[in-house]
């Protein structure tokens, strides 16, 4: 049900939109076009992929992965029970390439992270288990083909072999040791030979950490680990803004690399290897950005495919990391903005979506925003499920985020695998007086379909015991906008008898009041996918109007301190 409403609102892409080509990097499609060639002769029986010619030598130490697995999902996967991007397939058959299974399920029972599930496991029962899966998987992939052999997922598949060897494959007897051996090192020199094969932002990091991974365990790796050190510092200096944030603005995204560089760190430093340049400084660049990222429960914003994820997982991704930098207030060049007074909190999408080539993860939710209430949410964007093709169209639609929608158009047009569209000019202005925060932003993503300029005022009070907000369209004298506030499942919400205010209840027993000035309010359902895997029903607080009638919409999120 709340998925129907969403879809009801969701915008024609490109009924009104001229389009606006946003090319690929000539260097990208000359890559994508050559791999995509190449994948013909991978296909041949007569490719030959290469690595060692035997399972002479040893796995070498990469140091023991330090994440911590979950036992009762290792357990299920000892039982043939596999749970990822939000699908479960019990007995899956063929087990590599299951009917119903979507491609990011494929991608990450292809990838083998879950090892460290079976890990937590322990035992015999894990450990079996393990190269059980990890055997079979040779014994039915050893030749190349589409997704088990996608350059991001070997490097996946190459870091968790290795990385989780001491655990399954130490006590192993010498013919599966022999076999990963070579198996890996096929893998290992596929990668090096075809990076960077067309992958872009953070897909080409996993494939560079699988690569990195191989050169420092496998023998003779020493060619492989001189590429992708210098695929790595090069991406580094590609990727990395200069206020430490990711160009794909995904907060999910951000977490991932933080830590994926920290493992980087890690095994580096334990085989004595120096560090390539851009390593520290963008691990120490990362960390404020993060903890801008963050609301008062300690899990992330809900921008660009992100999810909460565990706030004790990113404490350890902190801890790790090392840095005692404070939470950012301002992302300038990611185009984050972060105003936190008392126990308030409040995150705002206040720049340019990613450039073409990593916008893959891009959502329509330019100038949307977030609030929380100490370890309560309250505004929200519905969130994502990467994993669910048909969730996500429908999250990633400007009309799944906390801003204004004109005429039901996505602000930036949604493609497939990127954005076909985007505004041009995304402007915000911060000012702080007297422990009171300013945000002045606008955006030009309807000047081309409709002449119109979104402007989005926010303030928040000193004590963050109010939020003002004013929304004003720019341009054409009379144009239909919706402007939403989605809220958290956990939020009890009426509106009053003239719909020109709403109570909301948080689980605390606080209430929150919102107020708008001129235009009407009404309840409508809403979808929350904040929790990686889950959706949950949710509601919405809808103000419908036009310009010509609201040419300025002010409203204001205040605490009640009565009842």
């Not at 990822?84 to 899956?92: H, S």
Request: charge should be positive.
């Amino acid at each position: 049900m709340a998925t129907s409403a969403l879809v009801r609102r969701s915008p024609e892409e490109g009924r009104r939109q001229p389009r606006r080509s946003r090319r690929l990097p000539a260097e990208l499609l000359l890559q994508r076009f050559l791999y995509s060639l190449r994948g013909l002769l991978f296909r041949s029986p007569f490719y030959r992929l290469g690595g060692p010619a035997d399972g002479t030598g040893a796995v070498a130490v990469t140091g023991a992965d330090p994440w911590p697995g979950n036992a009762a999902l290792g357990e299920a996967i000892a039982l043939d029970h596999f749970t990822f991007a939000g699908q479960t397939i019990r007995n899956p058959t063929p087990l590599w390439a299951p009917l119903g299974a979507s491609p990011a399920w494929l991608a990450e029972l292809h990838g083998f992270a879950w090892l460290r599930h079976l890990r937590a496991l322990g035992g015999d029962n894990g450990r079996r288990a393990a190269r059980d899966l990890v055997q079979r998987w040779i014994e039915e992939n050893g030749r190349w083909s589409a997704l088990p052999w996608r350059l991001d997922v070997i490097g996946q598949r190459l870091a968790s072999w290795l990385g989780q060897h001491d655990f399954y494959g130490a006590s192993a007897d010498a013919d599966f040791r022999a076999q990963l051996l070579v198996h890996a090192g096929r893998q290992a020199h596929h990668l090096a030979r075809s990076l960077p094969g067309g992958l872009s932002g953070s897909d080409l990091f996993v494939a560079i950490k699988g690569l990195v991974y191989a050169g420092l365990a496998l023998p003779d790796g020493e060619p492989w680990l001189k590429r992708g050190l210098a695929l790595l510092g090069r991406e580094l200096a590609r990727q990395l803004l200069a206020d430490g944030g990711h160009v794909e603005r995904s907060p999910s995204i951000h977490l991932m690399l933080l830590r994926l560089f920290v493992d980087l760190r890690g095994v580096l430093r334990g085989a004595d290897k120096p560090l390539p340049p851009g390593l520290q400084i963008a691990i120490d660049g990362m960390v404020p950005v993060l903890r801008l990222y963050q609301h008062g429960d300690g899990g992330l914003g809900l921008f660009n495919d992100s999810n909460e994820e565990e706030g004790w997982q990113i404490d350890m991704v902190l801890n790790r990391a090392d840095a005692r930098a404070r939470a950012a207030s301002a992302a300038p060049d990611t185009g984050f903005q972060r105003l936190a007074a008392g126990r308030t909190v409040v995150l705002v999408d206040s720049g340019a979506p990613p450039p073409p080539g990593y916008d893959s993860h891009a959502h329509a939710g330019t100038l949307s925003f977030e609030m929380s209430l100490g370890r309560e949410r309250l505004i929200v964007n519905c969130g994502a499920h990467p994993g669910d093709p048909a969730w996500r169209r429908v999250q990633r639609n400007s009309a799944a985020h906390s801003t204004l929608v004109i005429e039901d158009t996505n602000s930036s047009t949604l493609a497939e695998h990127g954005l076909a569209r985007a505004p041009l000019q995304v402007s915000c202005e911060r000012q702080e007086t007297d422990g009171n925060i300013w945000l002045d932003m606008s955006h030009d993503g309807y000047a081309a379909a409709f002449g119109i300029v979104h402007r989005r005022r926010l303030w928040l009070a000193k004590g963050g015991e109010e939020l003002r907000g004013e929304d004003r369209l720019l341009g054409k004298e009379s144009i239909g906008f919706v402007m939403r506030f989605h809220l958290h499942p956990d939020v009890q919400v009426s509106l009053s008898q003239n719909r020109q205010a709403a109570i909301m209840k948080l689980p605390s027993g606080a209430f929150w009041r919102l107020r708008i000035a001129t235009a009407a309010m009404a309840l409508d359902e809403s979808a929350y996918l904040g929790r990686r895997g889950e959706s949950r029903r949710s509601q919405q607080l809808v103000v419908a109007g036009n310009s010509a009638v609201d040419p300025i919409v002010k409203w204001a999120l205040s605490r009640e301190t009565r009842r």
